[in-house]
């Protein structure tokens, strides 16, 4: 089974408007991260959010966490040429050390 | 803002000759990890390290891999006789690891792409 699948996995939207990127995850997670990565380029830690939270922010970024469903999505608001790029979410889990990652969606905001 | 650096950026290798990526981890972080991405593909976990040791690896790091903390600042990855399918971008990350809000979170280099020609 596949840990971390984003969804979709290609996202065009206009400058301005909100992006909404969502991962699932099959098994128990500690914590769940979302990361950017520009074409070819490092990956840049967003945010964390543990099991037991539910929503952070961090400046135009919420991620909220459902683990009855097992599924986080990452709302970029007011997004910006600058944003383009690809999202990933990465979980682990207790006892785990390792980020497991999905796919990724690429998200390209056009001017 | 301290950060993950990574040595070289970019590096080309014959088949099966050995290469070393250069890792230098956040300066005060416990925890070390090596990723893997091939061209398009999800980012993949290699092996994480800690105490001087290895705590876990994956299935694609055979006795072809090693690492090494020669130092207390450095962080290596050895692939003794490189392979075509070698060919990908190599992460390293690193954690802080106890008491703090960020201690769980993993901060990654800007890689090393490796080309194995």
């Known amino acids: 089974s596949q840990q971390g699948e984003e969804d979709p996995q290609a996202l065009s939207i206009q400058e301005g408007e909100n992006a909404t990127m969502n991962c699932s995850y099959k098994?128990?997670?500690?914590?769940l991260q979302w990361y950017r990565q520009n074409s070819g380029r490092g990956l840049v830690h967003l945010i964390l959010?543990?099991?037991?939270?539910r929503e952070k922010h961090s400046g135009r970024l919420r991620v909220t966490l459902d683990t009855s469903k097992k599924s986080s999505s990452l709302l970029i608001t007011a997004s910006r040429a600058a944003d383009t790029a690809s999202y990933f979410c990465a979980t682990d889990t207790w006892g785990a050390q390792k980020l497991v990652f999905g796919q990724g969606t690429r998200l390209t905001i056009n001017p | 803002e301290p950060e993950v650096t990574q040595t070289p950026s970019h590096q080309v290798t014959q088949m099966g000759q050995e290469v070393i990526l250069r890792c230098v981890p956040i300066?005060?972080?416990?925890?070390f990890y090596w990723y893997r991405q091939i061209l398009g593909q999800k980012v993949e976990f290699l092996v994480s390290?800690?105490?001087?040791?290895?705590?876990?690896k994956s299935e694609i790091f055979d006795d072809q891999f090693s690492v090494e903390r020669p130092d207390g600042s450095n962080f290596t990855l050895k692939i003794r006789s490189t392979k075509l399918e070698d060919s990908a971008m190599y992460f390293c990350?690193?954690?802080?690891?106890?008491?703090?809000?960020?201690?769980?979170?993993?901060?990654f280099g800007p890689g090393t792409r490796l080309t194995v020609l």
């Open positions: 300066s005060n972080h416990l925890y």
């Open positions: 390290f800690y105490n001087n040791e290895i705590s876990e």
């Open positions: 098994t128990s997670i500690n914590n």
């Open positions: 990350a690193s954690r802080h690891g106890t008491s703090g809000s960020s201690y769980n979170e993993q901060f």
């Open positions: 959010i543990r099991s037991n939270e």
